[in-house]
């Protein structure tokens, strides 16, 4: 269990971070590019796994 959320929590981070800059338009070349809604849960996604990965790694193994 530790694994998937220290795995998942990383995955979260890259695709949070991928999707604000999509959502920005700072990275084209999808349909996701300039929409500012990805620009929202963009971060909203990336905290999530930055409390999945705390969550892996400080717990108990």
Known sequence: MRWILI???LLLIL???VWT???LN???GSSMSG???WAVIG???ALAGIVALRGGLRRNP
Request: glycine letters at 28%; hydrophobic letters at 40%; aromatic letters at 0%.
């Open 7 to 9: 795995v998942g929590g």
């Open 43 to 45: 971060p909203l996604a």
């Open 35 to 37: 929409d500012k809604t």
């Open 26 to 28: 700072l990275l084209g």
């Open 21 to 23: 800059l999509q959502g």
């Open 15 to 17: 695709s949070g971070a």
